[in-house]
């Protein structure tokens, strides 16, 4: 074990306190300091040119001894040069480690007693093999660019002191000042190059990394200059040889149209910030594909262009006269707006919504009034969606993001002013991915829909150009916020007369030629059709009226087809050859007066339709017992009708003794089909009445209305279908409610002469009218 040599020093040193570094022995450096600080140093020349110089451990203390760090580091002064801006410069060798003992002066110049701190090396098999690793670390070092003074790199492979050696690295290795102090205040030289090398360790595989990170960037960098120098001399080469690049192409063509599509303002800074963004990516990345993708539906959107509307408002009415027969109502609407566009250029477009059963030409209005508008017509169903992106649409950042039906279906157009027809608006769903209906509400508001927001464009689109018309079969589903948006027209059934013209004007004659009988044109006859529409036929539209039609037409031309001589005049008798035996009867006619069955009137989303309802009674506990598919309303009112019959049985001359442990049950037919609402209530009280009293009711009289526990008989809806239901049954009378009477006027001439109509106030004047 050999101890370090002794340093010959004086009794005391001047002392220089430092911030921001540490000195160590063995260690050669520069310091520049200010004019005040060059007094210390000055008076070092008496003290054999040493100083001390101890880093600073607590700046705020008032003494400068208990803010000083006990071990430092004495040094010689070699060289101080004055600068003509100001301060010096001075350099320092460091000479030992020493401890701090005693500050028996502090001003004007701090004098320190110190002594030397004593190091022992052992050379042993650890410190030889740490000397070669942290030589080898430093040779690794340098070859990552680690610059070392030239003097230190001539003395490593000599250095095999490791207290000398730790010392000469330790300001090589980058680490804070107070790691650096508590290295100088290390006293065993092995220990101190243990935590020298293992800060060399780190230090170089910091190294290594960023070489390596360094090395793919410019790898990369590399090859994307290529690619750019490769590129711009093809576009040099095509430039000379007069070619241009098909993505450059199609750039230039993107800018104009960019110039020519008339968009918004605001809406043009964004689709060229877009166009901006796609000349960058790269047409083999996947983002190119959205990019493109998008920026054709912001640039093909139809901002400005629209139809030119047909104003004539008697050439209009001749194409919806042409195309469908009667709906004055809603021709007249057409013709209004018609009327009103040509007096203001500037109009919001009309939302109406046509609720009525199937099959009287909801649909195929709405594409009428588009051919007598000119205008571009689109139709979308809603049945069975449940997705609120079908309407506003999928956000960019989703695969495979589309825009909603709204805004594909008026850029697939053209223009921004089309009919755009929202089939079965009744029969939206909703689920976990939102409510389409609520999306609808937007859409279908005028006073919101002139800044539409589709989740994909994501920029406001003017939709008050756009005609909507929704179609419903019932508006009961449809959402009372949504409903209240929509102007409701309601198209009610055809007669058996309306459906004979609609069959001679439109039906056949669509028919034929739709079958290839354009050259026979077979004649229908009157009977003929009257017996299709009701012996083979039971709805309120004319739907199954044109497949029986259709059908007719395909047995002739089969005929034609085998030789035989075709068919020049379809007859009563053809058309049960052709259709086989009837299948709908007179349900009224065919049968007889029973006691405790009464006609009744009901309406259904495919139109107005007869029920019968039973009652009858047998011994129990004095329950009522419902059945037929009934709904809670439809039960509520048969409640009620057993409360009134009871409450007033005296008047109604029926014994009291005729409740006590008997069971009553109404029953109403067609029991797989659900049955709901109030106005079945006068028929059960009817029903009842007939049943406890022992009279029979008479089946050729049918009713509807709604009662209360008093016997008041309250309005009810769809009195024209059930009108017509009750003719095409064979009933001759039929009581109506009194506040009903007004809605007469919408049922035909021939249909009101053919019926009785009774106008009731209260139930007890239905039990004269329809009880034997």
């Known amino acids: 074990m050999t101890e370090n040599q002794s340093l010959r020093m004086p009794e005391m040193v001047p002392l220089f306190p430092l911030r921001d570094m540490v000195a160590f022995p063995y260690m050669v450096f520069p310091l520049f300091i200010t004019n005040e600080e060059i007094a210390v140093f000055e008076e070092a020349i008496p003290f054999d040119n040493m100083i001390t110089l101890f880093k600073l451990r607590n700046e705020s203390s008032e003494r400068l001894l208990s803010s000083l760090n006990e071990i430092g580091t004495i040094c010689k002064i070699n060289q101080l040069t004055r600068m003509a801006e100001g301060g010096a410069k001075v350099v320092l060798e460091g000479l030992a480690r020493v401890r701090l003992v005693d500050m028996p002066q502090e001003n004007p110049i701090p004098l320190v007693r110190v002594e030397q701190v004593r190091e022992f090396a052992e050379k042993s098999v650890v410190s030889e093999a740490l000397v070669s690793s942290l030589n080898a670390l430093l040779k690794i070092a340098l070859s990552y660019g680690r610059p070392l003074p030239d003097d230190v790199m001539k003395m490593i492979d000599y250095i095999d002191n490791p207290g000398r050696l730790s010392d000469l ?71 000379e040889l007069g070619e241009e690049d098909d993505r450059q192409t199609e750039i230039k063509d993107l800018r104009k149209k960019l110039l020519s599509a008339g968009m918004p303002e605001e809406v043009r800074k964004i689709a060229e910030k877009e166009l901006k963004r796609l000349d960058k990516i790269n047409p083999a990345s996947p983002e190119y594909s959205v990019s493109r993708t998008y920026l054709d539906y912001l640039l093909n959107m139809p901002w400005q262009n629209a139809t030119i509307d047909n104003r004539d408002i008697n050439q209009a009415e001749e194409v919806l006269n042409q195309d469908h027969f009667d709906l004055k109502k809603v021709k007249e609407r057409i013709l209004e707006y018609l009327a009103v566009r040509t007096l203001k250029e500037k109009m919001k477009g009309p939302i109406l919504c046509f609720v009525g059963p199937p099959g009287v030409g909801k649909t195929s209005l709405g594409r009428s009034i588009a051919r007598a508008l000119g205008r571009k017509f689109i139709r979308v169903s809603l049945g069975g969606m449940r997705d609120e992106a079908e309407i506003r649409g999928h956000r960019r950042t989703y695969i495979g993001a589309l825009p909603g039906r709204i805004i594909q279906e008026i850029y697939r157009a053209g223009h921004n002013n089309p009919v755009f027809m ?225 409450a007033n049985c005296v008047e109604l001359k029926i014994d009291p003794k005729e409740f006590t442990g008997m069971n009553i049950h109404i029953h109403v037919p067609a029991g797989s089909i659900p049955k709901d609402g109030p106005s079945a ?45 009750a003719r095409r049954a064979g009933v001759k009378k039929v009581i109506v409610p009194e506040r009903n009477r007004k809605d007469l006027e919408d049922i035909p001439q021939d249909v009101r002469e053919q019926l009785n109509f009774i106008f009731i106030e209260d139930v007890r004047e239905a039990f004269v009218q329809a009880l034997k």
């Not at 086989?580 to 009224?588: N, S, W």
């Not at 049943?691 to 509807?704: F, H, N």
Request: net charge negative; proline share 4%.
């Open 169 to 239: 690295v330790a300001l090589y290795v980058n680490l804070p000042p107070d790691e650096l102090q508590k290295l100088l205040e290390t006293v065993d030289p092995i220990e101190r190059l243990k935590k020298v090398y293992m800060s060399l360790t780190a230090e170089v595989q910091r190294l290594q990394i960023k070489g390596e990170v360094q090395a793919e960037v410019t790898k990369k960098v590399g090859k994307t200059q290529k690619e750019y120098l490769l590129r711009e001399q093809m576009k040099q080469i095509q430039e």
């Open 681 to 725: 209530g006068i028929t059960m009280t009817t029903a009842l009445v007939s049943l406890l009293s022992g009279r029979e009711a008479q089946r050729d009289v049918a009713m509807t209305g709604e009662v209360s526990l008093t016997g008041r008989v309250l309005a009810i809806g769809g009195l024209k279908e059930k009108v017509l239901a």
């Open 422 to 646: 929202l089939d079965e608006v009744d029969k939206i769903g909703i689920d976990f991915r939102g409510d389409p209906a609520s999306a609808l509400l937007e859409v279908l508001d005028p006073e919101q829909n002139f800044s539409f927001t589709d989740h994909y464009l994501d920029v406001p689109f003017d939709l008050t150009n756009v005609m909507f018309i929704t179609t419903a079969n019932i508006l009961d589903p449809v959402p009372p916020a949504l409903k209240d948006r929509m102007e409701v027209i309601n198209l009610s059934g055809y007669t058996d007369e309306e459906k004979e013209r609609i069959a001679v004007t439109y039906l056949i004659p669509r028919e034929i030629e739709e079958n290839g009988l354009s050259k026979y044109q077979p004649k229908f006859s009157e009977d003929a059709i009257y017996k299709i529409i009701r012996d083979h036929t039971r709805e309120a539209g004319v739907r199954n009226l044109q497949r029986h039609i259709g059908s007719i037409c395909r047995k002739v031309a089969k005929e034609i087809t085998q030789n035989k001589p075709p068919r020049e005049q379809i007859t009563q008798e053809l058309v049960e050859e052709f259709l086989g035996p009837r299948k709908f009867f007179d349900e009224v006619t065919a049968e007889k007066d029973r006691v405790g069955v009464v006609t009744g009137l009901a309406w259904t989303e495919t139109g107005g339709d007869i029920i019968f309802v039973e009652a009858n009674r047998m011994k129990g506990k004095g329950d009522l017992i419902l059945t037929g598919s009934l709904g809670e309303i439809m039960k509520e009112s048969a409640r009620a009708a057993l409360s009134f019959v009871e």
